[in-house]
């Protein structure tokens, strides 16, 4: 019995290993079948899909040539906005000649130099009327900016922009030495601000542009040694021997930074002397260094002897050579649309193209020091604070109805400290608060930094004991001696952007709006200028001193950057953040085409944009033609390459990118032909009727911004 069980099972294990066997054939074999048919399924619809792409690319580029022509009509449109702005800036000058308000002309040489003469000349050191000339000195240098960073390089040549540079630095020295020498005037006439209760000088004198905190120290009590000025809150603490001494303090808030443009012209001469050694070495013989030396001499812009400042070391800069505009704006992208006859596919002028590409050299580079600032990363936001300790000048006395004074021809003389001594003696340090200003956001704690004369750059060395109060808006730290100071702020800290969009809201009306890190700023466009029409951080509008004013773009950026919220990236920006980087030519035609339709279509930003690789962009587009916001549901998403446009398949809900082509679309060589096969008629009208100056605008915003790399 037992050998018969065994036979039976070991009978049933075979029999049931054999169906095993030919189930698991079985089901090998149909998912060998179910393979190959979904094989030839997938290779079929490839097929189908490879057939229709080439129709597409076929029935494209038959009408390539009709599409580029109507595109090349509207470009026209930025042809026509740079002549409007050459002659407005033509009918600028001719309106100031016949305007003979006495007021100079700042790119006339003859003019400026005869009116920064007299000023020179100009005996009056009384501060108030300084501070009012100051007023149309500021403008003029303003002037000069405006016209380096809005005159196209065909507009304006080299020698012009050294001569333009040049008359900045000139106006900016003039400007500091009056204020030294109302400075001075101010400490011979104590008397008129003496403090009734501490028996020392103690004013405040100011306007929009500057501020001047002095305290003198008549009564040289050591309980007086600090203090405190009410009107700005800033203070300071000096060390004990100080204030023995018969010494002055001044602290002189400038709004405006005239500081930091030196460490890019210290800079260029730099680069400019590496270049000269590569010359040289690469020439026979030495023939060439005096040549190079005779050039340097000539290209020196020439500076008045006795224009000595205290602190900032203003004097020992080098030249402008070589750089149209300051730190912030070097090699700004192109702001005005050159004459374009050629195809859309050709070359854009060189100014046009966002400079994002590695230097193939690193040599201009500042030297690893850990304390100096680096000015591509940093800015001072807020102005620049020239904090002095000065030797107090012989006083007036009062003989019968005479008040006599002595007058010695040495200007304003700072007080040594710390003294020049032997040995290792130690000096304790000037302590020193700052109330910050509300027309500036500090999103983090600034960083404060001293500018070094010698080195031509700000550092961090020498301060120390750094408290910051967001909520008392003040910042107090301790200084081994006096300094020209500055707050500085990252300056891509608002970088990249967590979303855009540019929308219409009328007739040659457009809201763009980038929600940066630590703000929202919201810009309104018309016609031919813009506005800010709020800055949003932490949920308060902000800078409201700014906001609610028309003014051009490039006033605009200004503008905002003084105020502390930068969203204009720079050439060297990637190098600093996180940037979703895309080809240059294909990113500035982007840019073009979108301006082109802004006044019919709305563009956002899409999260598949960062997917879709270097030499393409995808943003979001609905035709929108009434007031308000654009509904999600009314987003589309397209593709743009620079030489074809399509519309996509994939939504911003879709858990994977693709390419593929939303069903019923075509393909089209550039972006208003493909939005042209969606959009009403009343759409098309409104982009052939839109005013040129308003797509030059939005232009202008959009490169400016780079939101397509950026965000």
Known sequence: KSSRKKKVNKAEKRRLQKEEEERRLKEEEEARLQAEREAAARLEKERIEREQMEKLEAKDQERRELELAELHSLEEKFVSAQGWKTERRAYAKWEHYMACD????????????????????????????????????????????FLLLDMPPSEITEKETVQYQETILGLQNLLHEKYNEATEHLLRVTSMYEDPDTGNMQTVIKDKNVTFCIWANLKKKVRFKNHVFSDTHHGFDLPQSVAMSSVAVRI????????????????????????????????????????????????????????????????????????????????????????????????????????????????????????VVDLRQFVPVGGVYHIDVLQLPHQAKQVKNWSMVELLDVGLEAYPYPPEEVGDATHPPVQITLGLSDSVIYCKEPVVARWDPAGQHWRTDGISSVTYKAQEKS??????????????????????????????????????????????????????????????????????????????????????????????????????????????????????????????FAFGWSKWNLESGQDQVVFKVSEHLQAGSVKDEDWSLYMFNGQRAQKLKVTETSETFSGELEEDSELHSTLYHMLKDFASEEAIDKVNSANFLFIDVVYQLLLATRVLTYS
């Open 102 to 145: 006495g007021s100079p002309d700042p790119t006339v040489p003859q003019e400026i130099n005869t009116f920064m003469s007299l000023w020179r000349e100009d005996p009056s050191e009384d501060i108030r009327l300084v501070m009012e000339k100051g007023e149309q000195v500021l403008n003029l240098i303003e002037k000069l900016q």
């Open 475 to 600: 910042i107090s730290f301790d200084m081994g001696a006096f300094y020209t100071v500055a707050l500085l702020q990252d300056v891509h800290l608002n970088m990249p952007y967590r979303a855009w969009e540019l929308r219409p809201t009328g007739i040659d009306k457009a809201l763009f709006r980038v929600t940066a890190v630590f703000a929202e700023v919201q810009i309104q466009i018309k016609g031919d200028q813009c506005m800010l029409a709020a800055v949003v951080a932490d949920e308060k509008d902000v800078l409201s001193h700014l906001t609610g004013k028309w003014m051009c773009p490039v006033t605009l950026r200004r503008v905002l950057k003084t105020g502390g919220v930068n969203i204009f990236p720079e050439e060297y920006s990637y190098k600093y953040i996180c940037a979703n980087r895309k080809a240059p030519l294909m990113e500035v035609r982007a840019y073009q085409q979108m301006a082109l339709v802004a006044s019919a």
């Open 252 to 371: 002189l808030h400038t709004h405006y930074d005239h500081v930091s443009p030196l460490w890019l012209r210290c800079q260029s001469a730099r680069l400019e002397g590496l270049d000269s050694q590569e010359l040289t070495q690469h020439s026979e013989g030495s023939a060439g260094e005096p040549a190079q030396e005779e050039k340097e001499a000539k290209e020196e812009p020439s500076v008045p002897a006795g224009e000595e400042t205290l602190s900032d070391g203003r004097n020992s800069a080098a030249s402008f050579r070589g750089n149209t505009n300051s730190t912030a704006d070097t090699n700004e992208m192109a702001e005005e649309k050159p004459e374009k006859k050629s195809e859309i596919l050709d070359m854009p002028p060189e100014d046009q193209v966002p400079q994002v590409q590695e230097k193939p050299s690193e040599e201009g580079e500042e030297a690893s020091d850990g304390d």
